[in-house]
């Protein structure tokens, strides 16, 4: 059984089919990349297995637990965090602030210290900037600011919305990298990104959405030396 199952997914917003009977798999270990163009639907796709956005129809398994039956509040406990498109830090706060809100299902406040090591360890910027506010950190910053809150939480399978959204080259070079150590260390990723050709490199396996449906899935490797992908995606 795979962590993450999702089967016939449908999803309407008023009378607009968004997703259109999607059916994928994420197993335990993988970084599994979904591709598209603007307005294909991905975003959409995070939305609903997070619980934010209600189906018509299908079903969505996380090891064994039917997700359409958990609150949105309480899917973070069965360890699925979300790294949401545009970050969604708290900027008033401070970086020391959002990443201990990452943390608030947890009691064991060793834990809590653990994982902040952890997240400091990834991010040293982090540990430098502890004490500012965060809607003063770059926009790289945040980016780190918006992944490290979510590992707070000790997640299973972390769910990422454009990482690469709006940052330098170098910067979405450091970015993947430590998406690679995250999924190295036994945390399992599921990434939607525009920036297809980055996502190919990392990902195992791919699935390319186009309006709502999934038009090709496969290994990450070999879709990057596809003629339709490299001319659709990736700017070759």
Sequence with gaps: MAMLEV????????MINAIKGISFDVNEGEIIALIGANGAGKTTVLHTVTGLV?????????????????????????GMAHVPEG???????????????????????KQVEKNLDYVYTHFPRLKERKNQVAGTLSGGEQQMLAMGRALMSNPKILLMDEPSMGLSPLLVTEIFSIIQEISKEGTTVLLV????????SIADRAYVLETG??????????MMNNDDIKKAYLGE
């Design 193 to 200: 990104e525009q920036n297809a050709k980055k996502a190919l």
């Design 87 to 109: 970050r969604r830090i708290f900027q008033r706060l401070t970086v020391y602030e959002n990443l201990k809100l990452g943390a608030y299902i947890m009691n064991d406040k």
């Design 54 to 78: 209600t189906p018509k129809t299908g079903s969505i398994t996380f090891n064994g637990v039917n997700l359409l039956k958990i609150p949105a509040h309480q899917i973070l406990s069965l």
């Design 213 to 222: 449906s999934i038009v090709l899935e496969g290994d990450a490797k070999e």
């Design 7 to 14: 089967r016939d997914l449908q999803v309407y917003y008023g």
